[in-house]
T-cell receptor, first 110, second 115 residues
């Protein structure tokens, strides 16, 4: 069946550090892939998406590339800020549903 | 601003006492979803409405029901809450049932506590 696996958190970084949050998936076919972010006290917001293999989604300095050969969609940012502290969810499209990973908490200190 | 609103943000109910959570949207989206998110777990889809058509996930317990009286509102009814139903309940909307990379817009969630 369809599933998403994210790296365990929390991830703790200093401001301006490089960020990678790993995400791998299992799916039938080639679903669209998403990263959602949840800031404290708020709902989930779409951060970026990719609809086919080798697509790169990007937004607010974050990037992720749809890798079919490794079934991965790792999230990266070159220089994190304190305001990036949040929970990040990787997700894949599965018919009418989004299948989410468990989320990775990122904490950035100044 | 167009948005998805959930009320209340925090709800406490007693074991076995029916409870209703509400969701409203100003986005005029045709699809509305309810997800359940337990602590440190991924959000899990319970059901969704495509317009007025109700679509239940196969593993959603019968204890959970939903109503959508109009485009803007959707309700989640838990008929007899158990301790295992304590969770964050997330409402979301989208423009179409087929994602095609369409975006889902989420409300802030309602945290349900069962005593």
């Amino acid at each position: 069946g369809n599933s998403v696996t994210q790296m365990e958190g929390p991830v703790t970084l200093s401001e301006e550090a490089f960020l990678t949050i790993n995400c791998t998936y299992t799916a039938t076919g080639y679903p669209s892939l998403f990263w959602y972010v949840q800031y404290p006290g708020e709902g989930l917001q779409l951060l970026l998406k990719a609809t086919k293999a080798d697509d790169k989604g990007s937004n607010k300095g974050f990037e992720a590339t749809y890798r079919k050969e490794t079934t991965s969609f790792h999230l990266e940012k070159g220089s994190v800020q304190v305001s990036d502290s949040a929970v990040y969810f990787c997700a894949l499209e599965a018919g009418t549903a989004l299948i989410f990973g468990k989320g990775t908490t990122l904490s950035v200190s100044s | 601003d167009a948005m998805v609103i959930q009320n209340p943000r925090y709800q406490v109910t007693q074991f076995g006492k029916p409870v209703t959570l509400s969701c409203s949207q100003t986005l005029n989206h045709n699809v509305m979803y309810w997800y359940q998110q337990k602590s440190s777990q991924a959000p899990k889809l319970l059901f969704h409405y495509y317009d007025k058509d109700f679509n239940n996930e196969a593993d959603t317990p019968d204890n959970f029901q939903s109503r959508r009286p109009n485009t803007s509102f959707c309700f989640l009814d838990i008929r007899s809450p158990g301790l295992g139903d304590a969770a964050m309940y997330l409402c979301a909307t989208s423009r179409s049932v087929r994602f095609s990379a369409a975006e889902q817009y989420f409300g802030p969630g309602t945290r349900l506590t069962v005593t």
